[in-house]
């Protein structure tokens, strides 16, 4: 396919996805656990996405909800955790051994 | 690594520190250092107890492939000193994140410290997955609450606090109100001429706060102990010697038998820290504390394993 042709074919394929100008948050997101902080230390999902992290750091880390309704175990160099998130809302958690670490997944409808 | 001690003849403490490899103890009571030659007799009141820190039993990170091997010869230096310790303190961090098993293996390890008994305080890796239930089920005999205990050996009283329990977004290390009432409690009947020797696993003082290495009401804990003619604090969690002498407290963090961590800001965080082949036994190792009657004095000797 001619690079011009591809890109408005993915252009249009976006914009059926998306429904319009503004681009309507992921089913899946990424995040990676890196230098002892989370990043992104924002992320947003839609409702009934998961939420995928990697530990990228030779020391132990967790994803703990700040108010303990989920928390991975302990995530080895190159460990991942998934979590589902369902219902609309603002998501802190945390990396329980290393509390200064915190960050937010952000679900919207 | 030596810091903020109280500049009293330096020279002769660098003497001091200079020999310490080869046997020879020494000693800050009140921010005098004095000096005592291996073998001279000790008197009946005298004891020696071993601090072992920071196992992770359950690690297997690149800082060190063979943590179980470290840990065994952990145990070896232990059992090679002289006169044998009355007993045996681990300031925390038995497992490494709790992993299944690790309580177990650790408990059939230490099996071989030839000692009469091993008192512990919980890291934040033995209790983070469920608020130390596992932890307790199995060395909280004999303590209160989270863990915290105290005891008196010849004269000594001993006091082993939590500081790992109190962890949530954005806090780390912390005594509560809690265990600190039960503190002003324990040490009230105590006259200021007992020694009182504290281990807990983060430090008590603020060694480095950004990397999480302070405990946030440590203070009030110090502030109780003041009193007190002689306090020695022990602690774990940052895995490196580093030392404090603060008018009649001095504060000892001990090294891991299982990986080192770098100096306070050496590096961008705080992980489990590589180094050369040649240099990781250096870096690991356990520590001999032995108190003398007369006069009342804890000598403390670092037994790293190379």
């Known amino acids: ?86 219902a609309p809302g603002t998501y802190r958690y945390f990396c329980a051994l290393h509390p200064h670490m915190t960050a937010t997944v952000v679900v919207v409808k | 690594m030596l810091t903020e001690l109280v500049p009293v003849d330096r020279r002769r403490f660098m003497q001091c520190l200079a020999w310490a490899g080869t046997g020879l103890l020494w000693a800050a ?31 297997a990170g ?70 130390g239930k596992e932890y307790l089920a199995r060395h909280g005999r004999g303590t209160l609450g989270g863990g915290w205990q105290s005891f008196d050996y010849h004269g000594v009283h001993f006091v082993g606090l939590v500081n790992v329990l109190t962890y949530k977004a954005g806090v780390g290390g912390a005594l509560g109100a809690e265990q600190l009432e039960w503190l002003r409690q324990d040490l009230e009947a105590r006259g200021p001429s007992t020694p009182v020797v504290v281990f807990t696993h983060v430090p008590l003082w603020a060694v480095y706060p950004a990397w999480g290495w302070t405990t946030a009401d440590g203070a009030a804990a110090i502030a109780m102990l003041r009193r007190f003619g002689s306090v020695t604090v022990l602690n774990g969690h940052i895995h490196q010697v580093f030392q404090k002498v603060d008018g009649s407290v001095t504060f000892h963090s001990a090294r891991s038998t299982a990986f080192p961590q770098p100096a306070p800001g050496a590096a961008p965080t705080p992980g489990p820290m590589t180094v050369e082949a040649g240099e990781l036994r250096r870096l690991l190792g356990v520590r001999e504390v032995r108190y003398t009657e007369s006069p009342a004095q804890l000598a403390i000797v670092e037994r790293p394993l190379a």
Not at chain 1, 23 to 40: H, T
Not at chain 2, 75 to 81: D, G, P, R, S
Not at chain 2, 89 to 102: E, N, P, S, V
């Open chain 2, 62 to 131: 690149k800082a060190n492939a063979n943590a179980a091997g470290t840990l065994a010869d952990s145990i070896a230096a232990i059992n090679a000193l002289e006169p044998r310790p009355a007993f045996v303190i681990h300031t925390g961090d038995l497992t490494h994140g709790q992993k299944a098993g690790a309580f177990d293996m650790l408990a059939e390890s230490l099996k071989a410290v030839r000692t009469e008994r091993i008192f512990y305080v919980p890291g934040e890796h033995d209790v983070f997955l469920d608020g």
């Open chain 1, 1 to 86: 396919m001619r690079p011009i042709t591809w890109t408005v074919t993915l252009a249009a394929a976006l914009a059926l996805f998306t429904g319009g100008a503004d681009a309507a948050p992921p089913p899946e997101a990424r995040v990676s656990i890196s230098q002892f902080r989370f990043q992104p230390a924002e992320i947003s999902i839609a409702a009934g996405g998961t939420v995928t992290w990697v530990n990228g750091d030779a020391e132990e880390h967790t994803v703990t909800a700040t108010d303990r309704s989920y928390t991975s175990p302990g995530l080895e160099e190159e460990e991942t955790f998934s979590h589902r998130f369902t």
């Open chain 2, 29 to 59: 009571r009140g921010g005098l250092l004095s000096s005592t030659a291996l073998g001279e007799a000790a008197a009946a009141g005298d004891f020696t107890f071993a601090q072992i820190s920071d196992t992770h039993v359950g690690f």
